[in-house]
């Protein structure tokens, strides 16, 4: 690295308690105030509510995958040439997905599922069983179906076609087991020192069940999930200023929602565009090149023999 902190030193760095033990206060407020809301029968599932959310999340989420080129060029050295390859893959495979919502809506509702619980059991690195870590991962689509299981229905319809209700029962099917796995999980990841994050996890799998469908997921995606990957990516990344680190997450990530906005304004549809359903749709397609690439730096990394990075805010430099 430019700053002289090489990899191995960025990795080996204060270990947390446990194994990917990170919870920020932030969610434990954001937590209380949805229980609160709950006991006070405040009525969150109102349009203005889910619209709130679903901005929370696309505006608290996206982030948290734009600094995949910067992370590619800190492990590769690339030259312009590179660099434009990279972005201009990175950019494609997004696009594929975008147009694969318009062309085949179900096999992409199917392939954004299974990416998303592969993407969200990475958040349990203190579980070694990959086995685990899906089911963990899958857990967070599974759970809203158990108390809202005709919203989730409607969401995944929005998102592709008629047929999807079909794969929302199969979900809706394997909520019970999804969640039994996990509870497991919640116990192996206490039991391992990582004892805030299985609280965290515990009371967020509740909310996903009780709370409106969007509200629920946006507790996780926003406080727990990206909180994470951001902190990793600072660690990794600490060679830039703070000043251009944010630039860089909001100027790309505002590219993403451009470029999503524009692509639909060429497929001009004559049905009104469901707003939630297109937020789910952004984050697919740029959910598929961010796990590409993660799994393909973390690969890199085990072959060069570097630990995985596991976040922490003791000894980052991070508040």
Known sequence: MPTGVSLSQAYRRRAPVGRGDIVYPAYWIAAALLIAMTMLRVPMGQPAMITAATLLFIGGGLPHGAYDIALLRRAVSLDRSGLAIAVGGYAGIAM????????????????????????????????????????AGAAIIAAPTIGHPADVSMLFVAMSDA???????????????????????????????????????AICLLALVILPPVIGFALFFVFLHSPRHLTQTRIMLRDMTLTSWLITGAALSITAILGWWA??????????????GQAFQLLASVAVPHLLLSHWLENRQSRLGLPRPMPSTAGTGIT
Do not use: K, N, Y
Not at 97 to 125: C, N, S
Not at 180 to 193: F, S
Not at 263 to 269: C, D, E, G, Q, T
């Open 96 to 135: 594929l997905m975008a147009i694969m919502w318009m062309a085949l809506p179900l096999v992409a509702l199917i392939l954004f599922l299974t990416v998303a619980a592969v993407h969200f059991g990475e958040d349990w690195p203190m579980l070694d069983e990959p086995l685990l870590r899906f089911a």
């Open 263 to 276: 692509l639909h304004l060429l497929a001009a549809s004559d049905t009104a565009p469901h707003l939630v």
């Open 163 to 201: 047929r999807a209700s079909v794969i929302a029962q199969i979900v809706i099917a394997a909520a019970p087991v999804a969640l039994l796995v996990t509870a497991v999980g919640i116990v192996v990841a206490w039991r391992e020192g990582s004892r805030s994050w299985a609280a965290a996890m």
